[in-house]
Structures are given as C-alpha cells and as structure tokens.
C-alpha cells in the first residue's frame, strides 16, 4: 500500500497484475458451468491478510465480460456487515443493470418500517422510492394518507398504483409477501434476502450474474474450532445458498468452512489457494515499479515473503528514499520510514487518530485542539489525501489495520486514555447533534452512540448505567442495530480483559437479554440470566432482573416474574422502578388481586410526570382493563378515555391501536353490534402493525360479540382466525380466554359435552398460567347453572375464590357476572 498522498502516487489496486495464472485459469472454469450448473456456485479465494485478494477481485470482476451482471459487497465497510445494509448495495447495483426487484422493494420497505416504527413511509424516506417504479407509484398515489410499512398495505395499494395486469398480479399472488407481516423481525430479513434471490434467479435467465464478496474475516473474524462461528454470518450464507444461476467469489483469510452447518455445502464450495508472489513475480512488479538494481531488487523480495501489501510498501518506501538500501521490510520499519517524510505535527495527529476507529475532519479538530496540534484544513487534505486512510461514508475516515498498530506503539497507555476520552466527548457531541436534528435517521445518526461507547470503554471513564443511557438514546434514534453494535463492541472488549470490571459484563448481558427479548426469544433469555433476581443492585442489574423477569412471564411463570418484579419495585429507584411497578400491577391484576394491583398503578401514575404520557396512558389502559374484568363497565369507560388522550398526546400508534382493540371488547358486553365494527376496525390496525397478540384478541371480541347476535357461523369463524393469531404468539392465556367464550358458542349450536370439556380445558389452562381467577369462578357458574356437578371445576373455584381480591363486595361480582353469562347464555338455560 503506497505511504504518501493519492494524488502523488499510484494506488496498489492500479499496478500492473501479476501472476495468478491459476486463479485466473480456476475462475473462468468455474464462469462457463454457470450455464450448466442447478445449484448455487462459490468461488472461495482464499489467502492470508495483504496477500493481494482484493486487488484479485478486481482482476476477476475486470475480466468477466459484458455477458454477466456484476456487484460487490466489501465487508471492510462496517455498515455492509449488516445485512439489511448489505443487501440494499447489492439491489441498487443490481438494479442500475437492470434487474426489476419488484417484490424485493416491497419486502424491504416492510423490514424498515419494523426498524423505524417512528418514521411514515414516503418518497424522502422510504428505501428504493426512487429507483423503484412500483414503490415510486405506491407512494405517490397514496399522496396525504397514512402509510404504514405492512406487506399487506403495500399489496393493497398496488391495485392503484400499477397499471400492469401481469406485474399487478405477480405481487398480489406472491405467498412471502403474504406472508411477511406474520413473520419477527430476524425472520423478516431472510424473507428479504429470498425475495432477492429469487429476483436475481429470475433474471438469470437472460444475463448471468458474479457477485464479489471481499474481506469474509471482517464480518466473522474469529470463526470458533470446527468452523462456526457466532452466527454473524448467517445472512451471508443464507443469502448465497439461494442464489442458483451465478457465482459468488468470496474472498476470504481463512477457507469457508460452511459444511460444518451442512454437508451440502461441501459440494457447492470451491476453495482456491492464493499463495505468495513466486519470486519471479516479485522481482517483475519492483522492476516496473522502478527498482532494478540487483541486490536491492532481490533483498526487497526476500523479504517481503511473496505478500503483496508488503512490496507496495517497501515500493513506495524506496521511491521517496532511494538511496538507502534496505535488507528487511517490517510493517513498523516502512512506517518509521514514513514517519521520517511527513512534517512532525502530521506525525503527531496520525498517531492519535489511530486511536480511533473511525473519525472525522470534526473528530480531528477535537483532538488537535486537545494537544495544541494544527487544526486546519490544509493539514486534514494532506492527511486524508494518504493511500492508508479509507474513506467511508459521511465524511468519515479509518486507518489501515497495520498502520494503526505501528502509530499506537508510540503512544504511552496514559495517553492513549486521554485520547479515548477526548473522542468519547466528541462522539457525544456529534450524538447530540443529530438527535436534534429532525433530518436523517437510522444507523447514521446513533452510531456516533456506539463509538461514545467503545472509546468510554477503553478510557476507562464509563460506567454501566452510562452504557444503558447510549443504548436508550440509540433505540430511540436508530433502533435496535446500534445496541447490538454496542453489544458486540463490550463483548469484544470482555474478551480481551478478562479481569475486566463485572459490571461491563453485566451491562452488556443486560442489552443482550432486552435485545432477546424484542425478538420474542424468552428461552435465550433464561440461558443467559438463569440465576438473576431482583434483589438489591445497580439499575442495570435491575434492568437484567426486569428482562429475566418479563421472559419468565411470557414462558408461564408469573409466580418467579412477580416476585422479581416485586423486589425491583421495593429497591429500586427510578425508571426502573416505575417499569417495575407497572408490570407487578399487571401481574398482580390478572392473578386476581384488584386491590393491590390498582393501589400500585395508582402509585406508579402518581410518580409518572407529565413527560411520560406514554406510561401514564398504560396505567389509565391497565385500569381500564382491570373494571372491564371487574365487570363495572361504566368506569371502564372512562378510563378508557383517559388513556387514549395520553396516547395521542404521545403520538403513540401502538397505544393507539390497542385502545380500539379494547374498546371493542368493552362494547361486546354494551353494545355487540358496534363491537362487531369496532372490531373489524381494529384488526385493521393491528395488521399493520403486525401485533398478533393484538389480532387474536380483535378477532375474539368480534367472535363474542357475533355470539350475541345469534350469528353463530360468523362467530365459529372468528374464532378460527382468533386461535391461528393468539397461537402464533404463543399467548397462552389469551388462547384459553377464547376458548372460555367459544364453549357458548358450542352450547348455543347445541354441543353441551363439548361445551362442558372447553370450559374445564380453560380453567386449568388459567391455573397453569396463574392468571384470571375471576374467569374461573365465572365458568364454575356458568356450569351450575347449567346444573352440572363438576367436583373439579367446583375445585378450581374455591382455589380462585381464596385468591380473589375484587374491588367491593365479592356478591356484586357474582351478581354482574350472573347478568353477563346470561347474555351469552340466550334462552339455552
């Protein structure tokens, strides 16, 4: 790599090619079986850091002719890593050679309105507005109307938007865009991936395609014994396990070991060596570099053992000091070399900004101020006009790898601190900045977050609660990629100091776990915290018991989640405290204690100031919910009121949503057929968003309601789509509160056996979960009054009678509950 600035000398990627005859010769083998070839293809060019590959690449994409289409993917680039990210390069490089991502655009759309659930789709925003006919037509024609990023809205619109019968068609009868609002967020993005796929197969068939993948080790750069790794490159290979009809040539450090995921791939991997220049190649690139004397010519060669990037250097070290023959080529010996040709202020700047990992012309004023350096911009062209400084999106730079090794041996480890937290202050700054801003989003603005924190890290001036707040503050602007960076980041810095402070490890379990739990992986969770509680402890040791806690719930055990809920609310201050406080009210509610429950989010709406609408309209929807099951449906009502004004306050469009799924259920018992319609309303809304335990519940109140009306087919198919949603969220409860209400409908269609089995079937699934007493004495009733004898509901009665705490007198809820089970008894008692 040339030490100097570009425009003085010839970038190593411009010299001339030499050798790799083999490599060549195995590439355009492996380019005519395309034609020939039913399975996806990987050309694995494989060779130790510096060996030359990426130079290779561009050989090899040079050489492939008009005849193909082809992309790269540069994994050096730390955003590519991601593979949203990644898979946008591939579709705008794709796309500009003409290959139509109709159904990709659509998909990916929906992945980033998952991602930035605060942001509304539009032509500014949207990815691919632009450069998507489909997209472009989809949003122009749905001008001044909210747009949400839901397969099935976008489907829809394509009625109006396309004018294309067959295009028009494709979409709609597509069964993964069908699909994809039923999908998590993890599973989503390979659906993406297929879609790109499947385009690119398609297309094909009338021009085959090479993708280059350079730099594999940046996305996996410690692959573990056997070939795994941490799953850090699962898109890549999910991505290139589908793509028949091309070739993948992946560059890589260490051959792809992918068969030890599946055999299969042993048969679809060819891996070709790329070995050291042999000597005769050595000695042809120094020559027509301009170093023909003999004994220096082969002393250069020696020593750069056949590696490229050593000869580039020891090329451009000899070219600005010819003079001097040198024996040895060491990475730290061409950079004192250079050192030796740049003024000492530029010397200075270059060693502190190799301690960072990214920077700026801003990060560089920063760090000249702090040390009386030239700030200039004189100075930051001459530094960044350096062959070993990469430019990488928005202005930002990075060193090469070797380079930085050398730069930061001259610094002392006290210095080094002090830079690193100059640049934590910096980042912080530019953080600020941008959350101001109300232009830009996603990964571009919080990743100034994640460098705060790799550079508090290593200055060894950041705590764990501080590590939360970044996360906090990420999620709110970019969503959950930034804390996973910051995740990996505190990981990696684990791993290197495995004495280091225990509440780095815990902060970064805490983000790994809430991270989990987004995903709806409360198993994972469990492994990871299997021991925590909630006792006395830091906020974020707090934070980790609330995300042992919540998952613990989701998994059926309220019991073990009360309890930790309860030791957090005790002991803790705070906003952990009120989460704490909010979630013990809801457990403590559904396991029938009334009293206690609304005395605590009572308590928890009193310490919510007027700039937490969104937890002050939970409390107020919590109540609500709390008088519904209490029957008294006047002041649930009300409250339901009340919550909604925080909610739109809030801009909230979840809390928004779930209001008219509850006021549906409320109007199934006040008024059934304005139920009916309110809850068609909100299935609407919860499509969109994709709240399936939000759907289930929809589809039961309309099936509650239908039941009232005496339409016992529609109800029967309520039912059915209430069951498929609350059994794709694994929502047990709500699942056995369908089935209490589905056993009328059986009675009312004349099956009083399976009337009678429903009921017993949702009373000891309500006992497993330990929630909804009320519900059993009521189905306890129900069966009395049918005048059955049933000693084991008689049982679960006196089991949940003992355990109930309603507001009032425990004979008013008898008798409003008498009142409701007549009306969905009818005239069948």
């Known amino acids: 790599m040339p030490i100097g600035p570009r425009y003085r000398r010839v970038s190593a990627l411009q010299r001339q090619f030499f050798d790799r005859e083999a490599v060549l010769a195995a590439y355009e083998e492996a380019l005519h079986a395309l034609p020939s070839s039913g399975e996806p293809q990987v050309f694995n060019i494989v060779g130790i850091g510096g060996i030359g590959k990426s130079r290779l690449l561009q050989e090899l994409r040079n050489r492939t002719g008009q005849g193909y289409r082809t992309a790269r993917l540069d994994l050096q680039i730390p955003a590519l890593r991601q593979q949203e ?35 509304r789709m539009d032509r500014t925003r949207t990815p691919f507005a632009e450069e998507s006919d489909v997209l472009s037509k989809i949003l122009d024609d749905a001008m001044g109307f909210p747009v949400f990023g839901t397969a099935a809205g976008l489907v829809r619109l394509t009625d109006r938007a396309l004018s294309n019968r067959s295009r028009k068609q494709r979409i ?53 014994p056997g070939g795994k790794s941490f799953g850090a490159d699962a898109w890549l290979r999910d991505l290139l396990g589908q ?16 068969a030890a995921y599946d055999e299969d791939w042993a048969s679809v991997i060819r891996h070709v060596p790329v070995e050291g220049l042999p000597m005769t190649a050595r000695l042809d690139l120094l020559s027509a570099a301009g170093i023909t004397e003999g004994g220096r010519q082969r002393s250069i060669a020696e020593a750069s053992a056949g590696v490229p990037f050593y000869l580039h250097l020891a090329i451009d070290t000899y070219l600005q000091n010819p003079a001097r023959l040198e ?18 202020d530029e010397v200075r700047i270059l060693e502190l900004l190799s301690v960072a990992r990214t920077f700026d012309f801003g990060a560089f004023r920063a760090l000249g101020r702090a040390f009386n350096l030239p700030t200039h911009l004189l100075t930051w062209e001459s530094l960044t006009a350096y062959s070993f400084a990469y430019p990488l999106s928005q202005g930002w730079y990075r060193l090469h790898q070797l380079m930085v090794a050398a730069l930061q041996s001259h610094l002392s480890p006290a210095v080094k601190r002090s830079v690193h937290d100059r640049l934590r202050a910096y980042w912080d700054e530019v953080a600020d900045r941008l959350e101001r801003s109300p232009d830009g989003g996603g990964v571009s603005r919080s990743s100034p977050l ?58 970064a379990d805490c983000l790994e776990a809430e991270s989990l739990l987004s995903r709806g992986d409360a198993r994972a969770v469990i492994d990871l915290a299997p021991e925590v509680d909630g006792r006395a402890g830091s906020a974020v040791s707090a934070r980790l018991s609330l995300a042992a806690a919540n998952a613990r719930r989701i998994a059926g055990e309220s019991g073990t989640a009360a309890r930790i809920f309860q ?60 008088h519904r099951f209490l029957l008294s449906f ?38 059934p057929e304005a139920a009916v319609a309110e809850a068609g309303e909100a299935l609407a809304v919860q499509r969109e968003l994709g709240a399936q335990h939000e759907i289930g519940k929809a589809y039961t109140a309309m099936a509650m309601a239908q039941i009232r009306l005496g339409e016992f087919d529609r109800a029967a198919s309520s039912f059915h789509g209430a069951y498929e949603a609350l059994d794709r969220a694994g929502y047990r409860s709500g699942r056995a509160r369908a089935d209490m209400y589905r056993a009328f409908l059986l009675l009312r269609q004349g099956d009083r056996g399976e ?42 009665a006196l089991r949940a009678r003992n355990r109930l705490r309603p507001l009032g007198a425990p004979d008013a809820l008898e008798r409003r509950t008498d009142d409701v089970l007549s009306q969905f008894f009818g005239g069948t008692v």
Not at 91 to 117: C, M, N, S
Not at 243 to 258: D, F, I, K, M
Request: charged share 25%; glycine share 6%.
């Open 85 to 119: 990210d990644a898979l946008a390069v591939l579709r705008t490089e794709f796309g500009a050679q003409g290959v139509k991502f109709d159904r990709f655009d659509i998909a990916y759309a929906v992945l980033w309105q998952r991602v930035h659930p605060q942001l």
């Open 755 to 796: 009337a009678l089995a429903t009921w017993r079937r949702a009373a000891a699934e309500f006992e497993v979960c330990d929630v909804y007493p009320s519900l059993i004495l009521a189905i306890h009733r129900a069966v009395v009054r049918l005048g059955e004898d049933d000693p084991g509901l008689a049982d679960a």
């Open 243 to 258: 793509l028949q009809g091309g070739l993948a040539v992946v560059a890589s450090r260490e051959p792809l070991h992918w």
């Open 634 to 671: 006047d002041a649930a009502e009300t409250l339901l009121h009340e919550a909604e004004a925080e909610y739109r306050r809030a801009e909230d469009p979840y809390g928004l949503a779930n209001i008219r799924t509850n006021r549906a259920e409320l109007l199934v018992f006040t008024g």
């Open 567 to 626: 030791q957090v609310w005790e002991e803790q201050t705070g906003p952990v405290r009120l989460s704490a406080g909010f979630c013990l009210a809801d457990i403590r509610m559904w396991q029938g204690d009334f009293a206690a429950a609304f005395d605590l989010a009572e308590a928890v709406y009193g310490m919510s100031g007027t700039d937490k609408p969104v937890l002050r309209g939970d409390v107020k929807r919590l109540l609500h919910l709390g």
């Open 327 to 344: 024996t040895t080529i060491t990475s730290e010996h061409i950079v004192q070399r250079f050192l030796q040709h740049v003024p000492p």
């Open 450 to 507: 994640r460098e705060a924190v790799h550079h508090g890290l290593h200055a060894e001036t950041i705590t764990a609660e501080h590590i939360h707040e970044y996360a906090d503050r990420g999620m709110a602007m970019g969503g959950r990629q930034v804390v996973d960076g910051i995740v990996k980041d505190l990981r990696e810095y684990l791993a290197a100091r495995p004495g280091a402070d225990s509440s780095v490890r815990e902060a």
């Open 172 to 224: 709609k009868s597509d069964p993964t865009l069908q699909d994809l609002d039923n999908l998590s967020n993890a599973e989503l993005g390979y659906a993406v991936s297929y879609l790109l796929a499947e385009e690119l197969r398609e297309a094909s068939t009338e021009q085959p395609f090479v993708l280059f993948v350079d730099a594999y080790e940046a996305l996996v750069p410690t692959p573990l």
